[in-house]
């Protein structure tokens, strides 16, 4: 047998030895690293915060580094100086898409089937099981009134929600705010040439 052999079966052996030996002691580890070292839990006490939370919440207006958008009108929907919504959806975002407008309104049908169609359908018609369940009145997304509204006004009410609609900011990112804007424009295109809303 080899030399490292016998050290092994030596050493197993030593600790089967401590099999079923009761103590209030740490357990036998052979590697300690970090084993005990001192740490909270997730949802454990801590004397220390005031609310005794070990857990913190992030920091009032803290953005996640993935989420941060630099451009202020890509992020918001709203044209820089304020007077109004940014028109159609940002070169930039079409730019880093990987793949430019197809791909695009390709994630926008994913997350607008996730996210959207609960409420609204999946074709935008507002025919939903949330609907029928007696959710306040849904508008149709090929409406004339959301066909003309600029390409930012949408975003931002993904965004922000608006009157019965809740945002949407926590699950979908600048981008995929983005993309399913571009999905909802495709939607009402197809809507139009079977004869739906005009734009
Ligand atoms: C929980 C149900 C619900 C979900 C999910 C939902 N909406 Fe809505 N949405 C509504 C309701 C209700 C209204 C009508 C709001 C009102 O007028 O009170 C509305 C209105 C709208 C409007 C018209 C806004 C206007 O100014 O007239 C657009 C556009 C829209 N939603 C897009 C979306 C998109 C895109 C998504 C997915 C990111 C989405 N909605 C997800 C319920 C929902």
Not at 44 to 61: Q, T
Not at 76 to 93: F, H, K, Q, R, W
Request: hydrophobic share 40%; glycine share 10%.
């Amino acid at each position: 047998m080899k030399p490292a052999l016998h050290i092994l079966l030596a050493l197993m052996g030593s600790l089967s030895a401590c099999r079923g030996q009761v103590t209030e002691g740490a357990p036998i580890v052979v590697e300690r690293n970090m084993y005990d070292q001192e740490k909270y839990n997730p949802q454990a006490y801590s004397p220390f915060f005031a609310d005794h939370g070990a857990m913190r919440p992030p920091v009032v207006g803290a953005v996640p580094q993935d989420r941060f958008e630099e451009d202020e009108s890509v992020a918001t929907g709203v044209l820089s100086d304020a007077t109004g919504y940014v028109m159609t959806i940002p070169e930039a975002v079409v730019a880093r898409s990987r793949g430019g407008m197809a791909p695009m309104v390709q994630r926008g049908r994913e997350r607008f089937d996730i996210y959207c169609a609960t409420c609204h359908g999946r074709t935008g018609d507002g025919a939903s099981l949330v609907a029928r369940a007696g959710f306040p009145k849904l508008p149709k997304l090929d409406d004339a009134r959301v066909c003309t509204m600029p390409d930012g006004q949408l975003y931002a009410t993904i965004a922000n929600g608006v009157r019965n609609m809740p945002p949407y900011a926590a699950q979908l990112d600048v981008d995929d705010r983005w993309a399913v804007v571009a999905y909802v424009r495709a939607l009402e295109l197809n809507q139009i040439s079977q004869g739906g809303s005009p734009r």
